[in-house]
């Protein structure tokens, strides 16, 4: 296979995600992705010198994905705080159930050790959009006399909590009979909209 210049790294990234997705970060190998490519087991080297490298590009990616998101998200909620903050925990949850590579590369120890100074300041806009929001939320009423930094702990507890739940191929019996999505949305309901109906119906019998 020939690449045009630049085309690789593309290319590696978008594997490098089929593999998590598929299989797991564990199984991601810069050889198996040469040999998948059909280049030389070097090649990749000429862009990520390890596994590693490759993870926090694709990391990079997935934070550009998902900021993006996030803003569309709470553009299309409206004027509302409440609205708002319930429409970023609910496209964090369909970004993770979209992108599981992405969501998995995002929350690897190898992207989260501070050391590429992209991804810090990528994970510093992220937060400010959820710090933003919440003192929105919070203005009107939500979580009164907690701080914004506990709320969005509290929130985001709920919105990965549940996406890494949604996402683990180990968990699948738990969703016997339920639409990942809407239990999402579900979640997120009861942590942002606390009003809110649990209105999720299961096929099997809990009694």
């Known amino acids: 296979m020939s690449y045009h210049h630049g085309s690789l790294r593309k290319d590696l990234i978008e594997r490098a995600a089929e593999v998590i997705a598929s299989?797991?970060?564990?199984?991601?190998?810069?050889?198996?992705?040469?040999?998948?490519?059909?280049?030389?087991?070097?090649?990749?080297?000429?862009?990520?010198?390890?596994?590693a490298t490759l993870i926090k590009a694709l990391a990079q990616d997935s934070f550009g994905v998902l900021i993006a998101e996030l803003d569309a998200a709470t553009e299309r909620a409206g004027s509302d705080p409440?609205?708002?903050?319930?429409?970023?925990?609910?496209?964090?949850?369909?970004?993770?159930?979209?992108r599981p590579a992405y969501f998995r590369a995002m929350s690897h120890p190898d992207v989260r050790d501070g050391s590429d100074k992209e991804l810090v300041d990528m994970y510093a806009?992220?937060?400010?959009?959820?710090?933003?929001?919440?003192?929105?939320?919070?203005?009107?009423?939500?979580?009164?006399?907690?701080?914004?930094?506990?709320?969005?702990l509290y929130s985001t507890a709920a919105a990965n909590g549940i996406s890494q739940l949604l996402?683990?191929?180990?968990?699948?019996?738990?969703?016997?009979?339920i639409d990942p999505g809407a239990l999402g949305d579900e979640v997120?309901?009861?942590?942002?909209?606390p009003q809110s109906t649990p209105s999720i119906s299961n096929t099997g019998d809990a009694s």
């Open 82 to 98: 409440m609205a708002r903050y319930n429409a970023i925990g609910k496209a964090l949850v369909h970004f993770a159930l979209d």
């Open 23 to 51: 299989d797991g970060i564990e199984k991601l190998s810069l050889r198996a992705l040469a040999r998948d490519l059909g280049v030389s087991h070097s090649a990749p080297a000429r862009h990520f010198k390890d596994k």
């Open 188 to 193: 997120i309901d009861l942590v942002v909209a």
């Open 167 to 177: 996402t683990n191929t180990m968990d699948k019996s738990l969703l016997a009979g």
């Open 125 to 152: 806009a992220y937060m400010s959009r959820l710090l933003d929001a919440a003192k929105a939320a919070q203005a009107v009423g939500w979580l009164p006399g907690k701080t914004p930094e506990f709320a969005v």
